[in-house]
């Protein structure tokens, strides 16, 4: 590290050397920091994009989960309708027979009427009249029981329609909700392309911000070997000339709120031993001040000077 006069820094920071030097590492540091947050930025959407496709995926599960239950709920509705239709068909051949009946003995009561009407003989009338009741009776029974079997059909016919139709939309939902569960499955799978791209693109950025880093370190070594100094990552050091204790650190930064004392780029300020960058000083010629004072000029920077001994603030 050379030892330098303040006057002979500020000169060889303003020199062409330095001017060209400083001009290669702000464009260095420039793409460094672009690729960085570029590399942060698209492993973060790289990131959101895996969980976005997880997200799909696992709705895609579901869809297809719910579409087993409608396919089922159809399977079933569907079984109910066929019992329904096959006991009312079974009904229908029982209702046959029962009509069948009910018609013989209306055939046998209008004979026994019309038989009645037209005989004279009075021993046959009065054995027919006392057949006549009998015969409406067991008529009309038997036209009940048909009627009953009839409504017994349609009833069985009504409740096998609604299972069917019943079958029938939950047919229609499962294919609904296995389109959606494919869309999901695609949507998925176009999710985690997307996300390997980002990947791919955060890795071509991470090593664009690796290549930026080691070209900033190469200008800094350069300095090292160009301009005499010491290099850290916010500074570049020389030894202070008239003052073995002292050191001037030149900031490459600008940072208003970084440090105790407001960084500003290329501005040169006085450090020593015990603090370092911690105590900086904007740089005077001559020695530098000790430690004890340039606390107390750091504090009348900070706070404004003190009263003097026996005057009210």
Same mark, same amino acid.
């Given at each position: 590290?050379?030892?330098?006069?303040?006057?002979?820094l500020r000169?060889v920071?303003q020199?062409?050397?330095?001017?060209a030097?400083?001009?290669d590492? =702000?464009?260095?540091?420039?793409?460094?920091?672009?690729?960085?947050e570029?590399?942060?930025?698209?492993?973060? +959407?790289?990131?959101?994009m895996? =969980?976005r496709?997880?997200l799909a995926?696992?709705a895609a599960?579901?869809?297809?989960? *719910?579409?087993?239950?409608?396919e089922e709920?159809?399977?079933r *509705?569907?079984?109910?309708a066929q019992?329904?239709?096959?006991?009312?068909l079974?009904?229908v051949?029982?209702?046959?027979?029962q009509?069948t009946r009910?018609?013989?003995?209306?055939?046998r009561?209008g004979?026994?009427?019309?038989?009645l009407?037209?005989a004279?003989?009075p021993?046959?009338?009065? =054995?027919l009249?006392r057949?006549?009741?009998?015969?409406r009776?067991e008529y009309g029974?038997e036209?009940q029981?048909?009627?009953?079997?009839?409504?017994e059909?349609?009833?069985?016919w009504?409740?096998?329609?609604?299972?069917s139709?019943l *079958?029938?939309?939950?047919g229609?939902r499962?294919?609904r909700?296995?389109r959606?569960a494919?869309?999901l499955f695609?949507e998925?799978?176009?999710?985690? =392309?997307r996300a390997?791209?980002l990947?791919?693109e955060?890795?071509?950025a991470?090593r664009?911000?690796a290549?930026a880093?080691r070209?900033r370190? +190469?200008?800094?070594?350069r300095?090292?070997?160009e301009f005499?100094?010491?290099?850290?990552?916010?500074?570049l050091y020389?030894r202070?000339?008239?003052d073995?204790?002292?050191?001037?650190?030149v900031s490459?930064v600008d940072d208003?709120?970084g440090?105790?004392v407001a960084?500003?780029?290329?501005a040169?300020y006085?450090?020593g031993?015990a603090?370092?960058?911690?105590?900086l000083?904007?740089?005077?010629e001559?020695?530098a001040?000790s430690?004890e004072?340039?606390?107390?000029?750091l504090?009348?920077h900070?706070l404004?000077p003190?009263?003097?001994?026996?005057?009210?603030?």
């Amino acid at each position: 590290m050379k030892a330098v006069r303040l006057a002979e820094l500020r000169e060889v920071l303003q020199g062409a050397p330095f001017a060209a030097w400083w001009a290669d590492l =702000q464009r260095a540091q420039a793409a460094a920091g672009q690729a960085s947050e570029r590399h942060r930025d698209l492993r973060a +959407q790289a990131e959101l994009m895996d =969980q976005r496709a997880e997200l799909a995926q696992r709705a895609a599960i579901d869809a297809f989960s *719910s579409a087993g239950g409608a396919e089922e709920d159809q399977a079933r *509705s569907g079984a109910d309708a066929q019992e329904l239709e096959n006991r009312a068909l079974a009904l229908v051949g029982t209702y046959e027979e029962q009509r069948t009946r009910t018609s013989d003995l209306w055939y046998r009561l209008g004979g026994v009427e019309r038989t009645l009407e037209e005989a004279t003989d009075p021993a046959a009338r009065r =054995q027919l009249e006392r057949q006549l009741p009998t015969l409406r009776q067991e008529y009309g029974q038997e036209d009940q029981r048909r009627d009953r079997l009839w409504a017994e059909v349609e009833a069985l016919w009504a409740r096998s329609l609604e299972r069917s139709l019943l *079958s029938h939309e939950h047919g229609e939902r499962a294919r609904r909700i296995r389109r959606e569960a494919e869309r999901l499955f695609k949507e998925a799978d176009e999710r985690r =392309q997307r996300a390997r791209q980002l990947q791919a693109e955060a890795g071509a950025a991470a090593r664009e911000e690796a290549a930026a880093a080691r070209l900033r370190d +190469q200008l800094l070594e350069r300095a090292e070997g160009e301009f005499g100094c010491v290099h850290g990552e916010r500074f570049l050091y020389w030894r202070h000339r008239d003052d073995r204790r002292a050191a001037f650190a030149v900031s490459l930064v600008d940072d208003a709120g970084g440090a105790e004392v407001a960084l500003r780029a290329l501005a040169v300020y006085t450090v020593g031993p015990a603090r370092g960058v911690a105590a900086l000083e904007p740089a005077r010629e001559g020695p530098a001040a000790s430690a004890e004072e340039a606390d107390r000029r750091l504090e009348a920077h900070l706070l404004g000077p003190r009263p003097a001994p026996g005057v009210p603030p």
